[in-house]
């Protein structure tokens, strides 16, 4: 069994920063294949972030060059530090990995 969850949601002003947490525990051997997913109200849920093969980041374009994915494999830790964050970043983050989800956790955006 896999259990993920999710912590560092909130409420940051235009420009202001985050950082999410995700720990994992349960049946996970690396950070390979964990990452971010995000809801926002009335929209389907949409790719962030994902931690590859051989530590290799990959992000959606939206995203690129404010956030970054980092892990701490000797903790099961996963993060996201999200920078210059814009409004339409609001909404919930969830950690994936595989056909696991955490509970999710809000980002809201807003002055």
């Known amino acids: 069994q896999v259990q993920l969850v999710e912590s560092g949601g909130g409420l940051v002003q235009p420009g202001g920063s985050l950082r999410l947490s995700c720990g994992a525990s349960g049946s996970i051997r690396n950070l390979y294949g964990m990452g971010w997913y995000r809801q926002a109200p009335g929209k389907e849920r949409e790719f962030v972030a994902r931690i590859q093969m051989y530590g290799v980041q990959s992000y959606a374009a939206s995203v690129k060059g404010r956030f970054t994915i980092s892990g701490d494999d000797s903790k099961n830790i996963i993060y996201l530090q999200m920078n210059n964050l814009k409004p339409e970043d609001t909404a919930v983050y969830y950690c994936?990995?595989?056909?696991?989800w955490g509970q999710g956790t809000q980002v809201t955006v807003s002055s």
């Open positions: 994936n990995w595989m056909a696991h």
